[in-house]
């Protein structure tokens, strides 16, 4: 499909969670960021990704085609399975607009963040709500600083 740049105005943001399949190595993780950060330059996209051994939360923002478009590619993508969509809702402005792709994953430094926001042992970003998984992500990436 060719890109339409009509609808480049219109700005969405797209929160989902997904389970690492279980062979996704730290090697993987940061094979994914570079992507990440390289590809969504080039498409206009921003975002946040969490992430720990077994699960991926991520935020993408940018024009609706293209966010649309890198869903499918997503769900494709296997290194990871059960894509959950949590949120996805219009945007004024961007909200990580300074970040091709921002991310954390658990340091002892941000452990007190995601347990704030585990309602079981285990951080499970399933469990999550919009606002709460928004909270999550706006707190990490204050926490980095
Ligand atoms: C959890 C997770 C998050 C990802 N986030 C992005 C992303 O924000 N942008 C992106 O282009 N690709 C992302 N990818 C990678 C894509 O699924 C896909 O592999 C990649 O875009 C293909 O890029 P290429 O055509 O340059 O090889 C992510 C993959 C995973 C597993």
Known sequence: ????????HILVSMTYASRANPNVSAT????ILQQAQ????????T?????????FLQTIEGPRAQIN???YI??????HHDL??????????REWAKWSMNYAS???????????????IGFNPYLLNAESAHGLMNELSAQKG
């Open 1 to 8: 499909m060719t890109s339409t740049h009509a609808d480049a």
């Open 28 to 31: 993987d993780f940061n094979e």
């Open 38 to 45: 390289i590809n969504n330059a080039a498409n206009s996209i």
């Open 47 to 55: 975002g946040m990704l969490t992430f720990n051994k077994d699960y």
């Open 69 to 71: 478009r890198l869903l």
């Open 74 to 79: 997503l769900i494709s993508d296997e290194r």
């Open 84 to 93: 959950q969509i949590i949120d996805t809702r219009e945007l004024k402005h």
């Open 106 to 120: 658990p340091t002892e430094e941000n452990a007190a963040i995601y347990l704030k926001y585990s309602t079981t």
